[in-house]
């Protein structure tokens, strides 16, 4: 298979690249010094793209590459490949589920608890060396808040299932409601929010799903109210919600991901009830192992004409 | 409030409350805090008098006495007052008051029962999480504007699937237990003793404990035994994967062998809520993005200073009342404690 054509879109894992390159031949598309002239001389060599959460296939990309014939996406999420234009052109596509379910539920959890329990704010206190006797940094209750979560899929069920464990009430909102689920249904965001005191993003972004955290949802959300996502950037108009946190509208936000990455609203940088992360959902060693050999054994299933492990198309 | 209604023969009816020290609560709420119609506060840090003076002066009034962490009830203060028939201390923890003077004297003691065991096992949760995502320092470098110059920042450690050693398996351990199985954490502990219907696996002693597992988080209360508790020894066996979170008492670890595993990494990294000699800290660990830290507030949310406030005014209405406490402390079946300020 060395001679089959792969073209990386980013730098997303060393394992990943170093198995890549044993196995195919390796393009890293951002050392090319231009894109446009790299693709016109190399469409006849690629027959796979590599992509991830911060870039993939959309169509310019896949019309120029008339060998293409799979995007294997280093993520659960795919908003960034175009999948109509993938379809129509029998282009296979796979990403990695399952295997980081567990690690963006558990961050989901740590930044609840960072965010109420001020565990960072804490931190910095402690690190100032400025701690004296008789200073004291009160901070939230977690247990038995009431989590409000968009999207109860596979991440969002992982997300409940460990709040329960805090005694935490769980509510949703879906597309549609599952009757065979035994938390309180929402039928609009704007409901749920009002009701919960934890609202977490946890849906896939599709155009129907983008800027869904927009003023409405925020003003439900009120003063005390905190936003957790780890879902994608573009889930929530971030603008507004910079105001609203600046202004204290808002009570708080755990954030690990953003409209524009790596990209971080510095107005962000200064509020003690924020908690910033660079986009590390599934960022731990044993997850990304997981995914680099889900993509490898994705690309090495396809060219062996065996089935998909985790096709979506 | 009631008591500014009251005319002042009926104010000096009421029994007094002795207090040596403003608890947390009087600092962060003002001194009504623990108000009561049934009963008044006698502030010794209000007066100028040296505390032995002070409590000799007051001995005959003096029938309760309220402490916090931060305030210990020596058996020196207990027999300068022998009309003493009650203590409650706000904190957890009992290490700062002499039990078994206590006991000698027939003196009831109120604790803070189990209203703090959700806040602590949340805590010792959170630093966990903490500690293995890195996220306060992930938090650090993107509030610094490293992402966007220095780019992808290091993988952490995945929860699911590791090995928790919980140290002492009591009401907190027990909520730390529960809240962990759903993130795919195999749970075992060590404890005084076997806890016959715990479904979780049992280590005679800790540094078998820590041989075994990825996670210690210590959940005991400090006494002679488990002054010292985690070695030199057990962090070795804790080993270079490993983590530890305390949310207990400093001492339980040796703090000097801590500091020395951390900064060598002879363990991954830890999580303390709690230090040897606060409000000092070992500076060996400001430089180390593999350790989260906080000034001794795992109980410290209004939530709990909410329940805290209704269970000591409960209690020391009970004894005044001559009614049963709320969370009376067994004094029976005491481990040995020195009554050793944390």
Redesign the interface.
Same mark, same amino acid.
């Given at each position: 298979m060395e001679s089959i054509g792969v073209l990386l879109a980013c730098?997303m894992n060393s394992y990943l690249e170093q198995q890549l390159d044993k196995r195919f031949k390796l393009y890293r598309f951002w050392t090319v010094p231009d894109k446009s002239s790299f693709l016109a001389s190399h469409k006849d060599s690629i027959q796979a793209v590599v992509g991830n959460a911060a870039a993939g296939a959309d169509a310019e990309l896949i019309e120029a590459l008339p060998k293409l014939e799979i995007v294997a996406s280093f993520s659960v999420g795919l908003d960034k490949i175009d999948l109509t234009k993938c379809k129509e052109k029998g282009i296979r596509v796979t990403n990695t589920p399952d295997v980081l379910t567990? #690690?963006v539920a #558990?961050?989901a959890?740590?930044?609840m608890?960072?965010v109420l329990?001020k565990?960072?704010e804490?931190?910095?206190?402690?690190?100032s +060396?400025k701690?004296?006797?008789? #200073?004291?940094?009160?901070?939230?209750?977690?247990? +038995?808040k009431k989590v409000g979560i968009i999207g109860l899929g596979r991440i969002g069920m992982a997300i409940a299932?460990?709040a329960?464990?805090?005694?935490c009430p769980i509510s949703y909102y879906s597309r549609t409601e599952k009757p065979e689920i035994k938390y309180k249904y929402y039928p609009s965001v704007v409901e749920l929010a009002a009701h919960c005191d934890i609202l977490v993003v946890a849906c896939p972004l599709t155009k129907e799903t983008h800027h869904i955290i927009n003023r409405e949802v925020i003003n439900a959300m009120g003063p005390k109210g905190v936003l957790i996502n780890i879902g994608r950037g573009p889930h929530v108009d971030e603008p507004e919600l910079v105001s609203a946190l600046v202004e204290r509208r808002l009570g708080g936000a755990g954030l690990d991901v953003f409209e524009n990455?790596?990209?971080?609203p510095?107005e962000?940088?200064?509020l003690d009830n924020v908690?910033?992360?660079?986009h590390?959902g599934s +960022?731990?060693?044993?997850?990304?192992q997981a995914m680099a050999d889900l993509v490898i054994g994705n690309l090495e299933a396809h060219f062996q004409k065996k089935p998909l492990l985790t096709p979506v198309v | 409030m009631a008591a500014e209604d009251q005319s002042q023969t009926s104010q000096s009816d009421l029994p007094y409350v002795l207090i040596l020290k403003p608890p947390p609560s009087f600092v962060l709420f003002g001194d009504h805090f623990f108000h009561s119609p049934n009963f008044q506060y006698l502030k010794a840090y209000e007066s100028p008098l040296p505390l032995p003076h002070f409590l000799h002066t007051h001995a005959q009034s003096v029938q309760a006495l309220l402490s916090s962490g931060g305030a210990p009830v020596t058996a020196d203060t207990i027999r300068l007052l022998p009309r003493l028939g009650l203590v409650v201390t706000t904190s957890q923890g009992l290490n700062h008051i002499d039990l078994s003077e206590c006991r000698r004297r027939g003196i009831a003691v109120a604790g803070a029962g189990t209203i703090f065991s959700a806040d602590c096992a949340d805590s010792a949760v959170g630093l966990l999480i903490d500690v293995l995502r890195k996220i306060s320092a992930a938090n650090r470098y993107v509030k610094q504007g490293l992402w966007s110059s220095q780019g992808i920042y290091p993988l952490g450690y995945k929860l699911g699937g590791k090995h928790v050693g919980i140290v002492g398996l009591g009401s907190i351990g027990t909520e730390v237990a529960k809240r962990l199985e759903p993130f795919g954490c195999s749970i075992s502990y060590n404890s005084r003793s076997k806890k016959p219907l715990v479904p979780y696996t049992f280590y005679p002693n800790v540094v078998e404990l820590a041989a075994n597992c990825d996670a210690l988080i210590i959940c005991c209360a400090l006494t002679d035994e488990t002054h010292h508790l985690i070695s030199k020894e057990a962090l070795l066996a804790l080993g270079k994967d490993g983590v530890i979170i305390n949310i207990a008492r400093g001492p339980i670890i040796d703090e000097k062998e801590l500091v020395h595993c951390l900064v060598k990494g002879e363990i991954r990294g830890a999580g303390l809520d709690v230090f040897e000699h606060e409000p000092d800290v070992p500076v060996e660990l400001f430089a180390l993005d593999n350790v989260v830290m906080s000034p001794h507030n795992a109980v410290f949310t209004r939530e709990s200073f909410d329940d805290l406030c209704k269970l000591v005014v409960g209690n020391l209405e009970a004894f005044f009342s001559n009614e049963p406490l709320l969370t009376p402390v067994a004094l029976d079946d005491l481990p040995h404690f020195s009554g050793r300020k944390d």
């Open positions: 730098p567990e #690690d #558990d961050l959890i740590g930044l608890l960072a329990r565990l960072c804490s931190d910095r206190y402690v690190r +060396g701690w004296k006797r008789g #200073d004291y940094v009160l901070t939230t209750k977690f247990t +038995g299932k460990r329960e464990a805090f005694s990455e790596p990209y971080v510095e962000l940088f200064g908690v910033l992360l660079p590390v +960022g731990t060693v044993e997850t990304r | -």
